[in-house]
């Protein structure tokens, strides 16, 4: 079974202090990972990315870890800002093919 | 590059009745995706496309829905006859290749009556 999974579907945290969401994945073939940041009304908007032959991979606010032995994933936002409330939906090709599957997606929402 | 592009951006319409979704992606991607967005399944696969060729379908709900991709740069999600469990968010993407971003459309928000 290919599966990316988002188990937390809501988060709710402080301005300035860090956010993380978590994404977990079911085959070790999973090669590259992708987060999406969406808006209500919008389509999803990429954020960053990771291949697996990286465990972290940083932009501005955003990093992402990857732990291979756990097939987990997360993302970690600092400092969070109130313009960072979105639905976050973590994102892989399945191996072997170029069908791109989703998880259910993170509510978070950033309190001033 | 105006990005993927979606239309109508909003459709309501009643039970039974034909509904056409529109999609043109970015040039030169290779790829096309549709997705159905819901509260309970997140963003659900319906089918892609390469080279306007459809790959796998096996997200397709039910044979009510059908998908063509006719040239490059155009493709329509239809769905015949409609229903009220069909509302939901319908969103296009495209990629250029593997272990590449996927851009998304706005996406159409349908209502089924």
């Known amino acids: 079974d290919q599966q990316v999974k988002q188990n937390s579907p809501s988060l709710s945290v402080q301005e300035g202090r860090i956010s993380i969401l978590n994404c977990d994945y079911t085959?070790?073939?999973?090669?590259?990972f992708l987060w999406y940041k969406k808006y209500p009304a919008e389509g999803p908007t990429f954020l960053i990315s990771i291949s697996s032959i990286k465990d972290k991979n940083e932009d501005g606010r955003f990093t992402v870890f990857l732990n291979k032995s756990a097939k987990h994933l997360s993302l970690h936002i600092v400092p969070s800002q109130p313009g960072d409330s979105a639905v976050y939906f973590c994102?892989?090709?399945?191996?072997?093919?170029?069908?791109?599957?989703f998880g259910t997606g993170t509510r978070l929402k950033v309190l001033a | 590059d105006a990005g993927v592009i979606q239309s109508p951006r909003h459709e309501v319409t009643e039970m039974g009745q034909e509904v056409t979704l529109r999609c043109k992606p970015i040039?030169?991607?290779?790829?096309l995706f549709w997705y159905r967005q819901t509260m309970m399944r997140g963003l659900e696969l319906l089918i892609y496309f390469n080279n306007n060729v459809p790959i796998d379908d096996s997200g397709m709900p039910e044979d009510r829905f059908s998908a063509k991709m006719p040239n490059a740069s155009f493709s329509t999600l239809k769905i015949q006859p409609s229903e009220p469990r069909d509302s939901a968010v319908y969103f296009c993407g495209s990629v250029r290749g593997r272990g590449e971003k996927l851009f998304f459309g706005s996406g159409t928000q349908l209502s089924v009556l």
């Open positions: 040039s030169g991607h290779d790829y």
């Open positions: 085959n070790s073939m999973f090669d590259y």
């Open positions: 994102a892989a090709p399945v191996p072997g093919t170029y069908k791109y599957i």
